[in-house]
């Protein structure tokens, strides 16, 4: 019979030690593993803020430039006096509620010679497509106008359909737009600020490039 040979004490501890090395390795290799999907994750989630917080900064940025232009857009002046008036029909015109529209108001008299002068090319004006509202305002009983009733007569007798007239027979609005002489008038932006004020005529043309250049 073949003799087994019993491995000396040494030996047996030096394969017992070796033995437990690999399996140590393996546990740490796992580690490692576990260290590096750890790391990753903790990459890509600071990845993810800082994304985030570039697309705050991108958007606060562009609000940033949004208000900056329409600040840079917005005309320069103080909010036009407000009237609530109502013209020859019965329709009111609230000047607070046509935010978001220009209007051009012209101040004028029935006796005003130089009014008159300017009537024709105002009411083809008035009746063409204008990026402005156009309204006149009259003062019945005020400066030397005639009665409603009497205005509203004579007025009806002219060819001057296309022009809507309000009627403020407390001439409160020609103090607030310090009206001084006729014609005169108001040139007023979408954002309801009151640009300027301009006594006597001006053609069609050049009240247009008036709205165009100088009115936002």
């Known amino acids: ?73 917005a005309n320069k002046g103080d909010i036009a006096p407000d009237f609530d008036l109502v013209d020859m029909d019965g329709n009111e015109f609230k000047l607070s509620e046509q935010k978001g529209k220009k209007v051009y108001v012209k101040f ?26 156009v309204v006149t305002i009259v003062t019945p009983g005020v400066n030397g106008e005639m009665g409603k009733e009497d205005f509203i007569k004579w007025f009806k007798s002219q060819n001057y359909s296309n022009i809507r007239v309000l009627f403020d027979e407390s001439g409160k609005s020609l103090e607030d737009y310090q009206v001084r002489a006729f014609p005169t008038a108001a040139y007023i932006g979408s954002d309801g600020v009151l640009v300027t004020t301009q006594l006597g005529n001006s053609s069609s043309a050049k009240i247009r490039d008036a709205f165009a250049k100088h009115v936002k």
């Open 1 to 73: 019979m073949k003799k087994i040979k019993l491995l000396k004490p040494a030996l047996t501890a030096i394969m017992l030690t070796a033995a437990i090395m690999a399996s140590g390795c393996s546990q740490q290799g796992a580690g490692k593993e576990n260290n590096t999907e750890s790391v990753n994750k903790s990459t890509d989630a600071k990845s993810a803020g800082e994304n985030k917080d570039m697309e705050v900064k991108n958007a606060n940025i562009d609000e940033k430039t949004k208000n900056d232009e329409n600040t840079a857009e």
């Open 108 to 133: 004028w008299a029935s006796w005003c010679s130089a009014c008159l002068a300017g009537m024709d090319e105002l009411n083809k004006m008035s009746g063409e497509d204008n990026d402005f509202e």
